[in-house]
Structure formats: structure tokens, C-alpha cells
Antibody, heavy 124, light 107 residues
Framework: QVQLQESGPGLVKPSQTLSLTCTVS??????????WSWIRQPPGKGLEWIGYIYYSGSTYYNPSLKSRVTISVDTSKNQFSLKLSSVTAADTAVYYC????????????????WGQGTLVTVSS | DIQMTQSPSSVSASVGDRVTITCQAS??????LAWYQQKPGKAPKLLIYAASSLQSGVPSRFSGSGSGTDFTLTISSLQPEDFATYYCQQANSFPLTFGGGTKVEIK
């Protein structure tokens, strides 16, 4: 079955750019059936959707983060990536990648499966 | 943005109890709602989608209902492995948003 795995630095300095990659195995990003999302969860808090990318490269970002977020896809490596610029301590969170699923006529996605998550701490 | 409000924020229950969690959307979302279970240190797991459809492999003691603005997740007979935090999520419009979570604790 499809599995997702996040990778990237666990510590980022304030004002720098957070960069993470999600590697998809057991299925192809290019299948066109799914949307690939990033979601984050600050320690002890709830979930925040960051944005998605389709295999074609089309994206949609949460307006609350839009000015700082870039999501890209590399279909040759079956990966998609997140960049979040100008980070502060408020960006400290577990970052998850997830496959977005839509059934017929569904406006948006629900998420299955998820990667295991990776904790990114913003600190000098 | 559509705000998702869950209640209660926590509930104490015993094995075998029936547990009900509610989720209210700030505006109508038809049936575009999902429920997730999250255990400590783990990623969320999809339980229910489209308000009442059980995800493959999820035990039948989990059920979902509702439409419009008011939704319910019910665990018919709580099992030891069900102690976790549960989140609702709306899929009606972007940005996609989650409820604040309900922690189901051992009584």
C-alpha cells in the first residue's frame, strides 16, 4: 500500500527557510487520482492544513501561510516538497505529508494515508 | 475560513461505554466531513469520510452522522485501543480546516 515519509532538518534558525521532502512509495504521484498535502501540528495543539500540490504542479495554499509557502513536486523521484520562509518559533511543529483523497463531487480532500511526521524546531 | 468546533474537549469513559463526540461547522458543509483518530506520537488515521462512510479496515463500532453544520462521531462500545484524540475536518471549501480535538481518556 502507499506509504509516505517526511525528511529534512529538525532544527531551523529564526528567519531562515524550512525545507522538507515527502517521499511516496507503493504508488505513483503521477497517477492523477490524488492531491498531495502538507499539514502541521504544533506541540500539544491541533492540526493546520498548509497546502496541496497536484502532480501537474498546480497548488493551493492556506491563505494564512501563502506569502511564505512553496510546495513543489518531482515526479521523477516520486516526491513533493515544502518550503516555508522567514520562520519564527511559532512555526515549530510536527510536519506531516498526506495523500488527499476526493470522491466524486467532493470539493476538497480528506487525508489517507499520512506520513509519520517530522518535528521541526525553530530556534537559534 | 470555516471554523470547526468540537465538544467536549475531553471525555472520560470506561471500556464498553458508548461515546459520542460532536463537531459543529460555522457554516453549512453538506456531508463533506471526515473524522480522524490520533494516538500519542503518531499520525492521524482516517476513520470516517463523507460524514458517515467507514474507511476500509476501521472497526464497525465507529460510526458518523450528520449533515449541514452538525455532526457526530459515535463509538458504540469503547475498546482499550480507542483511547486517543479525535479530530473532525471539513472538506467543503479551502482552506481545509480541523476541529480542535476531543481527547478520550480512561475513567
Amino acid at each position: 500500500q502507499v506509504q509516505l515519509q517526511e525528511s529534512g532538518p529538525g532544527l531551523v534558525k529564526p528567519s531562515q527557510t524550512l525545507s522538507l521532502t515527502c517521499t511516496v512509495s507503493g504508488g505513483s504521484i503521477s497517477s492523477g487520482d490524488y492531491y498531495w498535502s502538507w499539514i502541521r501540528q504544533p506541540p500539544g495543539k491541533g492540526l493546520e492544513w498548509i497546502g496541496y500540490i497536484y502532480y501537474s504542479g498546480s497548488t493551493y495554499y492556506n491563505p494564512s501561510l501563502k506569502s511564505r509557502v512553496t510546495i513543489s513536486v518531482d515526479t521523477s523521484k516520486n516526491q513533493f516538497s515544502l518550503k516555508l520562509s522567514s520562520v519564527t518559533a511559532a512555526d515549530t511543529a510536527v510536519y506531516y505529508c498526506a495523500r488527499g483523497v476526493r470522491i466524486a463531487a467532493s470539493p476538497g480532500d480528506w487525508f489517507d494515508p499520512w506520513g509519520q511526521g517530522t518535528l521541526v524546531t525553530v530556534s537559534s | 475560513d470555516i471554523q470547526m468546533t468540537q465538544s467536549p474537549s475531553s471525555v472520560s469513559a470506561s471500556v464498553g461505554d458508548r461515546v459520542t463526540i460532536t463537531c459543529q461547522a460555522s457554516q453549512g458543509i453538506s456531508s463533506w466531513l471526515a473524522w480522524y483518530q490520533q494516538k500519542p506520537g503518531k499520525a492521524p488515521k482516517l476513520l470516517i469520510y463523507a460524514a458517515s462512510s467507514l474507511q476500509s479496515g476501521v472497526p464497525s463500532r465507529f460510526s458518523g452522522s450528520g449533515s449541514g453544520t452538525d455532526f457526530t462521531l459515535t463509538i458504540s462500545s469503547l475498546q482499550p485501543e480507542d483511547f486517543a484524540t479525535y479530530y473532525c475536518q471539513q472538506a467543503n471549501s479551502f482552506p481545509l480546516t480541523f476541529g480542535g480535538g476531543t481527547k478520550v481518556e480512561i475513567k
